[in-house]
């Protein structure tokens, strides 16, 4: 088995920057999104992944991204190209060993990221940042994996991460300012507005997301309002690009769950805890528009509130 | 066709005279009531220069603007709502002062006309059961700027007579906005939502989560929103969001509604936001180091 799914055209790294290869682990979603972003930066990118299958599928998804950029207009054919061509494959570990930042996108579980970042210590330069894009657990937990701490830094990408600008920050305790200052140095370079929170459960979005969205199933479960009356009021009076409902449908009842839980067992607050509606719903199968149901009915005529 | 064929607004502040300009513009004759002249003549200042920039920015023509400002009639005599079909009551937030103009109101109108308040902070029932036939009172709340928000809470007051309730989404309809029907409950729907969701980003923001640039930035990035929340207090007052957030927690008892301690002081020492020249976001240096 050859440890690099190569393309040898690799594209010199941007001027300003003295990073060259950046190695993403995990080419799932999110790993393939974030591959994405790196190549498209200008970077040679490596997304590495256990399973081999998976580092084929999360190729092809980001080389399908690049190319659609290219296809509407959002990048020249050249610059999708060049991009492309500025990604590869591995399965191995020897294929990250000279990455300037290893950015880890892998299973959301402490122990599985705890210990990877143990392995990627025999692995990468002493110097080579460690970035890890939790969504829901510590930073600090994560880095304590590490025998370097100092170099880890919590960059949580919002989905899809080629599209969406933000990025939050966050450090433990041990993160060295350096590591820091090189982080939010490469975020700007990759194109990314990074905003910089403390390491605590949700960061900035989820932190203020959950519960509101929370808050607006319980007002649908007291009868305040309607799916479609909530979903109206809040467009309408408040600008939100989406009603709460039609992106809990998005973003699928089963994750809300799952993000929800995590954020209530930590903070032991009970807003965070999904209500009662999201069990039911999920109990029924009803997990948003990726089962054709959730609070509103997905047919191929059209949309009608459950 | 609107379910109304004139309309009488109390107060001509902020929200009734963006009330008074929708209205209107929806081709219904309004006529607003004030204390005195000088506020009559300040209100119709801002509703001529809000559609003048409508103007400018090709909105309007001039031509629309002039109907507009026809179709309103200025009065500081009760006595000349005599033949309003509905009264929208929209002056200062304090339950003493809309009973005593409502109870005026209702003397002068017919016992049938519908008589709805824009409170956003007070409860209807209560206010509906301080006046006569109470089952033609109901609320309709309009958000600010009214001539832009699309939307407008319908409340039902435990008394309001189910056909009043139908006829004002009707004519929420009519004057070209989406009707949202709600219960008289605190905060009725958008701001029962928003304000627990405020407090909680400024209680955050005193536990120094992030600075108040970057909260505000994440929630626009993150989720899409046209204003961070801290920029959205600083534009709806923080006095404004202490005083509704307040009554909500005074009449729920529930701690998502209590003002937060950092906002409570905000007040206190007079940083109520734009209209003060400081706030969370305004009047400070926004180029705070954040690590």
Sequence with gaps: MTDTIANPRIAPASSESTIRHVAVLGAGTMGSGIAVVAARAGWRTTLYDIDTANVERGLATARRFLAKSGELGKLTAAEAEQASARLTGASSMSALADADVVIEAVFENLDVKKSLLAELDDVIAPDALIHTNTSTLSVTSIASGSRKPERVVGTHYCNPAPLMDLVEVAVSPRTSPESLARTREFLTLAGKTSVFTKDRPGFIVNRFLIPWENNCIRALEDGAGTVESIDAAVTGALGHPMGPFRLLDIVGLDIHHQVASRLYEQLRDPRFAPPPLVDRMIAAGDLGRKTGRGFYTYGDTALFGS | ?291
Excluded: C, W
């Excluded at chain 2, 109108?109 to 007070?122: E, F, K, M, Q």
């Excluded at chain 2, 309009?142 to 007579?161: H, I, K, R, Y």
């Excluded at chain 2, 400081?278 to 954040?290: A, L, Y």
């Design chain 2, 1 to 291: 066709m609107s379910a109304f064929g004139s309309v009488a607004v109390l107060g001509l502040g902020l929200m009734g005279r963006g009330i008074t300009q929708t209205i209107a513009q929806a081709g219904v004759p309004v006529t607003a009531l004030e204390v005195d002249r000088a506020r009559l003549d300040a209100g119709e200042r801002a509703i001529g220069d809000f559609l003048a920039e409508g103007v400018r920015r090709g909105k309007v023509t001039e031509q629309q603007r002039t109907q507009v400002l026809g179709r309103i009639g200025l009065t500081t005599d009760v006595e000349h709502l005599a033949d309003a079909d509905l009264v929208i009551e929209a002056v200062m937030e304090n339950r003493e002062v809309k009973i005593d103009i409502l109870t005026r109101v209702a003397d002068v109108v017919g016992p049938n006309t519908v008589i709805v308040t824009n409170t956003s902070a007070l409860s209807v029932t209560d206010l509906a059961a301080a006046l006569p036939n109470p089952g033609r009172i109901a609320g309709l709340h309009f958000f600010n700027p009214a001539p832009l928000m699309p939307v407008v809470e319908v409340v039902a007051a435990m008394q309001s007579d189910p056909g009043v309730v139908d006829r004002l989404a009707e004519f929420v309809d009519a004057i070209g906005k989406t009707a949202v029907r709600v219960k008289d409950r605190p905060g009725f729907l958008v701001n029962r939502l928003l304000m627990p969701y405020l407090n909680d980003v400024v209680a955050e923001l005193d536990a120094e989560l992030a600075t108040a640039e970057d909260i505000d930035t994440a929630l626009k990035l993150g989720l899409g929103y046209r204003m961070g929340p801290l920029e959205l207090l600083d534009l709806i007052g923080l006095d404004t969001h202490h005083h509704a957030t307040g009554s909500a927690y005074r009449a729920t008892l529930d701690p998502q509604y209590a003002p937060p301690p950092l906002l409570a002081q905000m007040v206190a020492a007079g940083y109520h936001g734009r209209k003060t020249g400081r706030g969370f976001r305004v009047g400070r240096n926004t180029k705070e180091s954040m690590s």
